[in-house]
């Protein structure tokens, strides 16, 4: 029944803006969040995260560009990117966790979304 469904990817021009949403259903937990991508050929690398008290993370390549948010009446975490690059390139998955762990490290988080794509490109 945990379900997280990631929306809101797309084509967007290099220094260029967009916004994607993960919608979390199942939960019997308020979980915290994480942002993840992935480019063809790479790693998975973390992105943001966002903590069920609210605190943030961000990765190395989001500081300063990217700001994540949640909205738990609507049971949604968003992500907004600014000042995007071709390198931000990839497919970016939403995960939730119960909050054992390093908010930052993949292996912290239980539950995945399926994905969805953001392609920087002029």
């Known amino acids: 029944q945990v379900r997280l469904v990631e929306s809101g990817g797309g084509l967007v021009q290099p220094g260029g803006s967009l916004g994607i949403s993960c919608v979390a259903s199942?939960?019997?937990?308020?979980?915290?969040f994480g942002w993840f991508r992935q480019a063809p050929g790479k790693e998975r690398e973390f992105v943001a995260a966002?903590?069920?008290?609210?605190?943030?993370w961000y990765g190395d390549p989001a500081k300063g560009r990217f700001t994540i948010a949640r909205d738990n009446a609507k049971n949604t975490v968003y992500l907004q990117m600014f000042r995007l690059k071709p390198e931000d390139t990839g497919v970016y998955y939403c995960?939730?966790?119960?909050?054992?762990?390093?908010?930052?490290?993949?292996?912290?988080?239980?539950?995945w979304g399926q994905g969805t794509q953001v392609t920087v490109s002029s």
């Open positions: 995960a939730a966790t119960r909050g054992s762990g390093v908010i930052s490290n993949i292996g912290s988080y239980d539950y």
């Open positions: 199942g939960f019997t937990f308020r979980p915290d």
């Open positions: 966002i903590s069920s008290s609210d605190g943030t």
